[in-house]
């Protein structure tokens, strides 16, 4: 499975981005979909995943109310919504495939190349 993630780029304190990720090869509809991200000098962490059909997501607390994953299956894409940003949220965002969900980096095999999210405030 390769993963193209794009949509970051640089916006104020309480605005709004939303982040795509397109999958090629394997079976998109069969994996879990997630979303990490990396601040400077930090792990990366957590942010979202999402079920195989959409219907169940889980998010670390730092981000729920004001971020929402989602993934549309014909198009092997998966989003992620991010309003009311904050300038803790400015990291690298990576999108992520595997076939079981999971919270630790370990848990995912497919990874996509990142984007720079930045919130200044």
């Known amino acids: 499975v390769l993963l193209q993630a794009y949509g970051g780029g640089l916006v104020q304190a309480g605005g709004s981005l939303r982040l795509s990720c397109a999958a090629s090869g394997g079976i998109f509809s069969s994996n879990f979909m997630g979303w990490f991200r990396q601040a400077p000098g930090k792990d990366r962490k957590f942010v979202a995943v999402?079920?195989?059909?959409?219907?169940?997501?889980n998010y670390v607390s730092a981000v729920t109310g004001r971020f929402t994953i989602s993934r549309d299956n014909d198009k092997k894409t998966v989003y992620l919504q991010m309003t009311s940003l904050k300038p803790e949220d400015t990291a690298i965002y990576y999108c992520?495939?595997?076939?079981?969900?999971?919270?630790?980096?370990?848990?995912?095999?497919?990874w996509g190349q990142g984007t720079q999210v930045t919130v200044s405030s």
């Open positions: 999402i079920s195989r059909d959409g219907s169940v997501a």
């Open positions: 992520t495939a595997g076939p079981a969900a999971g919270l630790s980096v370990q848990s995912y095999p497919y």
